[in-house]
C-alpha cells in the first residue's frame, strides 16, 4: 500500500509540474520581481528618481486634480503618499477616456512628466496575481490553481524523495548533468520548502472572498459593501447626484495623524468626489508590523467631520491579515526582504530543474520509440524559463528605447512596452520548437545580451551610471537594479558557454 501511495504521490508530482510548470514560472517570477516593485518603477521612470521630501508638504496642492476628477465624475480618487521606497506622489482617478494617472513631486508640488510605463507596481505585481486576464476572474482562478499545484507538489515532493534532507547536503557539480540537475532540484526544494508552501497558501488566503464566494455571500445576502464594512471597516456612501465639495485635505490628515499619534500616512482615498456625499479615506503607514491593518479614518467630504476610525484589525480577520503581510512584506525590513527575493529565485529555479529532470529522463526513451512528448515538453520549458526571462529584459530595454510620448499603431507608450514583452515572450516558444537542438544556448546569449544593453541604455539616457547611482543614496534602488541586470548577464553568459562547450563535445561523439 505504502509503494502505491508513493507512486500516486510521483504521478502528480511529475504532471503537475509538467503541465503547470510554465504558468508556475512565470508567477513565481513575476513574484519575485514584486518584492522590489517599487525600485524597478525608478528605474523604469527616471522622473520618479526623486530624493525625499525633507519637510511636510501640503496635500492642498491636490485640490486642482481632485476638481478635475469630481467634474469628471469619477468614482473614485485615489492618492499614494511618498514613503521611504518611492519618494512622489501617485494620483489615480477615471474620465470619460479611462483612468488617468499623474505623478507629483512633493517637494514642490508640481506635476512631473508622465512616466509612460506600467512598470513594476502596474505591470509586474498584477501579472503576478492575475496574469492580467481580468474576463470573469480568470487570471485570480489561474494563479489561485497554480497556488494549489504548488503546495501538492511541495508535499508530493517530501513523500517521493524519501531522502530528500539527507541529499539537501549532497551537491554533486561534477556527475552527469541528469544527477547534477536532480541534486540542484533537491537543494533548491528543501531549502525553500517553508517559504514556498507558506507563499502559496498565503496568495490563497488574500483572495478567500473571491475563491470562496459563498463563505460571505450567504451571510450577506450577496450584499458586498455590508460585507466589507464588517470585515475591513469600509465606509461605502451611494452617490446622491448632488453637487457637494471638500473640505480641507490638511485638516482631515492633521486629524488622522492625530488619531494615530502622529504617524505618517500611506494613502489618501475619496469616494464619489464632488458629491454631496462624498467620503476621504485616509489611510496609515505602519511599517513597524508584519499584519497588513489596513487602519483608516473615515471623513464627511463636504464638512471634514470623522465617520470612524479603526486600528487594528477585526479578531476574525486578524489571521488572514497576518498571511496577508507576510506575503506583501511591506514593513520595513531590508534583509528580509532581499531573503525573500533570493527564496523567490529557489523558487524559479525548482521549477526549471524539474522540467530539465524530466526532459533528461525521457530524452533517450522517447527518442528510441519516436515519441514527440520530449520535444513539446522542451519547446515549452524553454519558452517557459529562459523565454520568459528574456521578455523580461526586452521589456527593459524597449522602455529606455522608446521616447516619451512615443506610439504606434493606436498604441501609446505603455502599451507598446506591453506588447513587446509578450511578442518576444511568444517569439521564444516558437523559437525553441524551431531550433530544440541550439535553443537553450541561443536564447541565453540573448538574454546576456539584452540585460546587458538594459544597463547601457540606462546610463545613455539618464546618465545614472552604476557609479553615480552608488554615489547617491537617493539611486541607490537604480543601482541595485544595475547590479542585478549585471549579474544576470554574466550567469547567462556561463550558461551559454557551459551549454556550447556540452554542444561540441556532443558533435564529437556523434561524428
Known amino acids: ?96 477616456s479611462g483612468p488617468v494617472y499623474r505623478v507629483v513631486d512633493p517637494r514642490t508640488g508640481t506635476i512631473l512628466p508622465d512616466p509612460g510605463t506600467l512598470a513594476g507596481t502596474r505591470f509586474i505585481f498584477p501579472f503576478h496575481y492575475m496574469l492580467h486576464i481580468r474576463f470573469q476572474d480568470i487570471g485570480y482562478w489561474l494563479v489561485g490553481l497554480a497556488g494549489m499545484a504548488m503546495m501538492a507538489l511541495c508535499v508530493s515532493g517530501v513523500i517521493i524523495h524519501r531522502r530528500i534532507f539527507a541529499d539537501f547536503f549532497t551537491f554533486r557539480p561534477d556527475r552527469k548533468p541528469r544527477r547534477l540537475i536532480l541534486d540542484l532540484h533537491n ?30 455571500q450567504v451571510t450577506y445576502d450577496g450584499n458586498r459593501p455590508a460585507f466589507f464594512a464588517d470585515a475591513y471597516g469600509n465606509v461605502i456612501p451611494k452617490r446622491t447626484g448632488e453637487p457637494g465639495g471638500l473640505a480641507s485635505f490638511d485638516a482631515m490628515a492633521a486629524e488622522a495623524r492625530r488619531l494615530w499619534d502622529g504617524s505618517a500616512l500611506r494613502y489618501v482615498f475619496v469616494r464619489n468626489p464632488g458629491d454631496a456625499k462624498s467620503v476621504m479615506q485616509i489611510g496609515r503607514l505602519d511599517e513597524g508590523i508584519v499584519s497588513s491593518t489596513y487602519d483608516a479614518a473615515y471623513f464627511d467630504g463636504p464638512t471634514g467631520a470623522l465617520i470612524s476610525h479603526r486600528t487594528g484589525t477585526p479578531p476574525v480577520m486578524s489571521t488572514q491579515r497576518f498571511l496577508s503581510g507576510l506575503h506583501f512584506i511591506q514593513f520595513h525590513h531590508w534583509s528580509l526582504r532581499w531573503i525573500y527575493f533570493g527564496l523567490g529565485l529557489a523558487g524559479c529555479v ?151 562547450r556540452l554542444s561540441r563535445v556532443a558533435q564529437v561523439r556523434h561524428a
Not at 485640490?63 to 521611504?84: C, D, H, I
Not at 537543494?187 to 463563505?215: D, N
Not at 520535444?375 to 524553454?382: K, N, P, S, W
Open 1 to 96: 500500500m505504502e509503494q502505491g501511495f508513493r507512486a500516486s504521490m510521483n504521478w502528480l508530482h511529475t504532471w503537475a509540474g509538467v503541465v503547470l510548470g510554465g504558468l508556475l514560472f512565470a508567477i513565481f517570477w513575476m513574484g519575485t520581481l514584486s518584492v522590489f516593485d517599487r525600485e524597478i518603477d525608478r528605474w523604469m521612470a527616471p522622473m520618479i528618481r526623486l530624493p525625499a521630501a525633507e519637510k511636510t508638504f501640503s496635500l492642498e496642492v491636490l485640490r486642482p486634480m481632485y476638481e478635475a476628477a469630481a467634474a469628471a465624475k469619477s468614482p473614485t480618487f485615489s492618492v499614494g503618499l511618498p514613503t521611504e521606497r518611492d519618494a512622489a506622489i501617485r494620483v489615480l482617478w477615471r474620465d470619460q
Open 187 to 216: 537543494v533548491t526544494g528543501v531549502l525553500g520548502l517553508p517559504f514556498h508552501f507558506l507563499i502559496s497558501l498565503s496568495g490563497l488566503v488574500i483572495f478567500w472572498a473571491t475563491y470562496f464566494p459563498s463563505s460571505w
Open 350 to 500: 525548482l521549477i526549471a530543474t524539474g522540467y530539465l529532470f524530466w526532459l533528461e529522463s525521457r530524452r533517450k526513451k522517447h527518442a528510441q520509440l519516436g515519441l514527440k512528448g520530449v520535444r513539446i515538453v522542451e519547446g515549452l520549458a524553454i519558452g517557459s524559463v529562459t523565454g520568459m526571462l528574456i521578455a523580461t529584459a526586452a521589456f527593459f530595454v524597449v522602455n529606455r528605447l522608446l521616447p516619451l510620448g512615443a506610439s504606434a499603431l493606436g498604441q501609446d507608450r505603455p502599451a507598446l512596452e506591453v506588447w513587446t514583452f509578450y511578442l518576444v515572450w511568444l517569439a521564444s516558444f516558437v523559437h525553441a520548437w524551431v531550433r530544440p537542438q541550439r535553443a537553450w544556448m541561443e536564447q541565453c546569449w540573448t538574454l546576456a545580451a539584452l540585460a546587458s544593453a538594459a544597463v547601457l541604455l540606462n546610463w545613455i539616457t539618464t546618465g545614472d551610471h552604476l557609479l553615480r547611482a552608488l554615489s547617491h543614496r537617493h539611486l541607490w534602488p537604480i543601482a541595485g537594479m544595475d547590479i542585478l541586470l549585471l549579474t544576470g548577464a554574466a550567469i547567462a553568459t556561463v550558461a551559454a558557454l557551459r551549454l556550447s
